[in-house]
């Protein structure tokens, strides 16, 4: 397992010289902190090098820290959207994780990358309303399509809005 | 021993046709399996040899609501399901009968959450609410008795339905 790491950070050291980037390490968790508009080319490097080869997008999600910029004494963003990718070969787990603002509430798709991210976004998309640049079918994937709220962001009300999801009638 | 030993005499039964319905009703209510979640596994196994829900007659589970009688509504209704579970409801003729099985249906159970309906009869009128997570099958026929008990009261000819008190809530023992 510590085999890939050693592999991994001076390939990546090379290969984004001129990027902001950083590598987190967590009881023996491998997590890289993007800018978000870097994800895609690095994701496509991770999965297509043939050391690395993180074939499999095990998930797309995020996280809301409920937190805003734009907020008085706020720092750092709102989201970050973490992607779990996994090298088959190496049996090496990895991390992606970029920040998105809620003021741009959209990072680009990987979709092109890995296919498993199609649904995976379209997830994230419903469940907290980040817009994913490029999504060949960005729709919802649970709740209904005229719903109009974000559930699992943290202003979300436990038992939901009133009235936003209609009951058939008696 | 039971209807032959009437017939061999005359071969003729007088009654009223109230009770030949109500008898023919309540011993044929065909259920239509709305198993939505883990409770449709203890509605299958009150079909099966060891509870055999056919004794009560109600072991023609219709795929199809416009043969149904009966709908036991087994499982987690979420607002999405919701619309799908009335519009099959709506689909099956009348009289018809709601069995809401387990604390999912009936209340939400669980699921304390925006995207679960608390309790079926928000949108359907629910004759039998059946208490257990899930219930066991024995308390599912005891829910069928319970209808049946139900629909051998219920006048066959103007399809009134009864409410009568202290029928609609089972305990789990």
């Known amino acids: 397992m510590a085999s890939l790491k050693e592999l991994l950070i001076p390939k990546f050291k090379e290969q984004f010289e001129s990027l902001n980037y950083e590598f987190v390490e967590f009881r023996d968790e491998l997590t890289i902190l993007l800018d978000k508009k870097d994800v ?15 074939k499999l997008c095990e998930d797309v999600t995020a996280i809301d ?66 817009i994913f640049n490029n999504h060949p079918d960005l729709r919802r994937m649970y709740m209904p399509e005229e719903f109009e709220y974000y559930p699992l962001r943290k202003d979300f009300p436990l038992m939901g809005i009133p009235g936003s999801n209609p009951l058939p009638k008696k | 021993m039971g209807l032959e030993a009437v017939l061999t005499n005359d071969g003729i039964i007088t009654s009223t046709i109230d009770a030949v319905v109500e008898w023919s009703r309540k011993n044929s209510v065909w259920p239509m399996p709305m198993g939505i979640s883990c409770c449709a596994i203890e509605m299958m196994a009150a079909g099966d040899p060891k509870y055999d ?74 004759d039998v609410y059946l208490a257990g997570c899930p219930p066991r099958p024995d308390n599912l026929l005891n829910a069928l008795i319970q209808i049946q008990e139900k629909i051998g009261k219920t006048k066959a000819r103007e399809f009134k339905d009864v409410k009568i008190p202290g029928l609609t809530v089972l305990n789990n023992n």
């Open chain 1, 40 to 54: 895609v080319k690095v994701c496509r490097f991770l999965k297509d090098d043939d050391g690395l080869q993180f």
């Open chain 2, 53 to 126: 829900i056919a004794r009560f007659g109600s072991e023609v589970m219709r795929f199809t609501p416009r043969q149904c009688d009966l709908m036991i509504v087994a499982g987690t209704v979420t607002f999405k399901m919701a619309h799908v579970v009335k519009k099959i409801y709506d689909q099956m003729p009348d009289p018809k009968w709601v069995i809401a099985m387990g604390a999912c249906t009936s209340s939400g159970g669980m699921y304390r959450s925006y995207n679960v309906v608390q309790g079926i009869d928000q949108f359907l009128p629910v």
């Open chain 1, 65 to 130: 820290w409920a937190r805003s910029k734009n907020q008085p004494g706020g720092k750092g963003s709102r989201f970050t959207v973490v992607y779990h990718i996994y090298s088959i070969k190496n049996g090496f787990r990895l991390a992606v994780k970029a920040d998105v603002d809620e003021s741009d509430c959209s990072i680009d798709s990987v979709s092109s990358v890995w296919k498993t991210a199609n649904w995976a976004e379209r997830e994230t998309y419903d469940m907290y309303g980040i």
